[in-house]
């Protein structure tokens, strides 16, 4: 039976997390064919998702003012460039967000992260990304791409 959530309606065999990344995929907020304002905005779906991917992290950011600039800036830009001191989630935030727009648009987005040099590249963001889509493709099997740690690189085709 279909069910209504954030004023659209859903299949039954659509999970929770594919009715956030429905909304992902549809910017956030949308307008229905009956004219009914769909979704609560990218931040609050992006951090749904988030919640249903690592819910060990759950609570983890709550009312970080630090964690909701980083998500705010990059879900506001095209490119974004963090800067800062060390310890204060510049990494996981842009390795969370990076990994949602991932794996809601496989097929038509591209990430490029990057840091000083290759070492701290594998041991920062590229680490990061690697340890949650783990995490997240254990949970749900169904989530696209394939993981080339030795070229640093999540693709959407099997490249094997």
Partial sequence: MPFTKYGATWPDSISP????????QREGR??????VVCG????????????????????????QRWHTLCRDTILNNKVTVLMGPGSTGKTNSAAWIYLCEYLCFPEERCVLVSSTHIDGLRLRVWGEITMLWQ????????????????KVLLSTDSLT
């Fill in 40 to 63: 609560e905005g990218l931040p609050r779906h992006y951090e749904n998702m988030h919640r249903i991917l690592w819910p060990n992290m759950d609570g983890e950011h709550n009312g």
């Fill in 17 to 24: 997390l594919g009715v956030e990344m429905g909304c992902i």
């Fill in 30 to 35: 949308w307008t229905n064919t009956k004219g």
């Fill in 135 to 150: 995490q997240a493709v254990s949970a749900h099997p169904w989530l696209p791409g394939h993981m080339l740690d030795s």
